[in-house]
């Protein structure tokens, strides 16, 4: 399995913008989807958006579009998550997930469908 390290995260004002990153390390050629992912206290994780390898196409939740953009580094098997017009409600910790057979084809696919996961980033949007 590919290992992934997330950073990035921190405290923000709402309106605020943060980019997330995840690096990917190991079998790298062993993934195709990566995949934010988020859980607030007491919610479940959710997917926020994923990024193809094979043909860079992606996918968001609809909380997130036109504020998140996703991206991808192919030389730095490094996949980003820019942030832009924060909200308190954004406040989570943010995980990315990888995973060989799956494929971002309009949505995110479920979180329990992915086989390697970083360990995750703590976002916090307050005034």
């Known amino acids: 399995q590919v290992h992934l390290v997330e950073s990035g995260g921190g405290l923000v004002q709402p309106g605020g913008s943060l980019r997330l990153s995840c690096a990917a390390s190991?079998?790298?050629?062993?993934?195709?989807?990566i995949g934010w992912f988020r859980q607030a206290p007491g919610k479940e994780r959710e997917g926020v958006s994923c990024?193809?390898?094979?043909?860079?196409?992606?996918a968001y939740a609809d909380f997130v579009k036109g504020r998140f953009t996703i991206s991808r580094d192919g030389p730095k098997n490094t996949v980003y998550l820019q942030m832009n017009s924060l909200k308190p409600e954004d406040t989570a910790v943010y995980y990315c997930?990888?995973?060989?057979?799956?494929?971002?084809?309009?949505?995110?696919?479920?979180?329990?469908?992915?086989?390697?996961w970083g360990q995750g980033t703590q976002v916090t949007v307050s005034p």
């Open positions: 190991g079998p790298t050629f062993n993934y195709n989807a």
């Open positions: 990024i193809n390898r094979s043909d860079r196409s992606t």
């Open positions: 997930a990888a995973d060989a057979e799956l494929y971002c084809d309009g949505y995110v696919p479920n979180s329990a469908d992915f086989r390697s």
